[in-house]
């Protein structure tokens, strides 16, 4: 039973289009995260979210709009894509803020824009 | 968050301890050492984390300098699947904020 299960784990888009990728946890968690990692490999974290509230926005451009409707689960959605948007996006979910000892990750969601 | 440093890349032969270290010379006393690896495709996957006592687990063991501005990552027996990117990272965790480096590419061979 996948613990942090994303979908789709390949999108392949043009530029200019609006996507969704979703995240569920079944592990009881309370924390959820969206990482983007470029093609240089830098994995850098987007947001976060305790309980349905957002605690981390880093800087991400308000064309990336994510969305908890509940604590198991938390959306990416993306208006407007750009070549540069082009990355692997991983959800991960914790217990706890602000020590998280351990931060559960998905599998990641391949985007790339054409 | 403190930054650290890390060699870019080790080889490591298949069955012998595998010594990944990083350094780490501002790190602040509310601040935790901790590990992750990633695996070619794969999402990232916690090892272990400490504050200034040593740390074993099933995976590894961490060992933190008294004066906590370095650490090494044991793998004591690396298999070949144990080939991957490993991350020291140092946080207060603050937010649950987690600032990943560039790594060690850990190659295993047989």
């Known amino acids: 039973d996948t613990a942090v299960s994303q979908t789709p784990k390949y999108l392949v888009t043009q530029m200019g289009n609006d996507k969704s990728i979703k995240c569920e946890q079944n592990?009881?968690?309370?924390?959820m995260y969206w990482y983007k990692q470029d093609s240089k490999k830098f994995l850098k974290i987007m947001f976060s979210?305790?309980?349905?509230?957002?605690?981390i926005n880093e800087t991400v451009p308000n064309r990336f709009s994510p969305k908890s409707p509940d604590k198991a689960h938390l959306n990416l959605h993306i208006n407007s894509l750009e070549l540069g948007d082009s990355a692997v996006y991983f959800c991960?979910?914790?217990?706890?803020?602000?020590?998280?000892?351990?931060?559960?990750f998905g599998e990641g969601s391949r985007l790339t824009v054409l | 968050d403190a930054k650290t440093t890390q060699p870019p890349s080790m080889d490591c032969a298949e069955g012998r301890a595998a010594n990944l270290p990083c350094n780490h010379s501002?790190?602040?006393?509310?601040?935790?050492v901790y590990w992750y690896r990633q695996i070619h495709s794969q999402g990232p996957q916690y090892i272990i984390h400490g504050l200034k006592n040593n740390e074993t687990n099933e995976m590894a063991s961490l060992i933190i300098t008294e004066d906590r501005k370095s650490s090494t990552l044991i793998l004591p027996h690396a298999t070949l699947r144990d080939t991957a990117v490993y991350y020291c990272i140092v946080s207060s965790g603050q937010g649950g904020k987690l600032i990943f480096g560039q790594g060690t590419e850990l190659s295993v061979k047989p």
């Open positions: 501002t790190i602040s006393g509310n601040e935790y």
């Open positions: 592990l009881g968690h309370d924390t």
């Open positions: 991960a979910s914790s217990q706890g803020v602000p020590l998280p000892g351990e931060l559960f």
């Open positions: 979210y305790n309980n349905k509230e957002l605690i």
